[in-house]
């Protein structure tokens, strides 16, 4: 019986997705940083969730901000990469994420030599959530 009430229920499941190549895709300036990222919230349609790839160059760094509401997952996706965390400025290994809650202040950094890429995803999916960190 729990077999077909499971099958009832995924027939009735959208079918549809999105996909997108990031290597190739827009990047967008971001207006507090100058960082460049990609967008994936609008490129796949996202409406539980506020995921972006961000691509710093040497010498690059996000703003230093909290959320008010959203925890964000962040993942290494090519560094060795770096990032502050409160007053704590960690290197972390590329393929391994963190989570952190809305309240603590972070910092993606690149002050080594080379390109840093992170997907980093924010939920819920609240728009303008960040708020500058006073230094």
Do not use: K
């Amino acid at each position: 019986m729990m077999y077909l009430a499971l099958a009832v229920e995924q027939r009735h499941m959208p079918a549809i997705y999105s996909t997108i190549d990031v290597e190739t895709a827009e990047r967008t300036q971001s207006s507090s940083s100058g960082t460049n990222h990609v967008d994936l919230v609008s490129e796949l349609g996202c409406t539980e969730m506020r995921p972006r790839v961000w691509d710093l160059s040497p010498g690059d760094a996000m703003s230093y901000h909290r959320q008010r509401e959203q925890e964000e997952f962040y993942y290494v996706l090519s560094g060795p990469a770096r990032i502050r965390i409160g007053e704590e400025i960690h290197d972390i290994p590329e393929e391994t994420a963190l989570r952190i809650p809305p309240e603590t202040p972070r910092q993606i950094i690149n002050d080594t030599d080379d390109d840093h890429r992170w997907l980093v995803v924010g939920a819920p999916a609240v728009e303008n959530d960040g708020e500058l960190v006073e230094e």
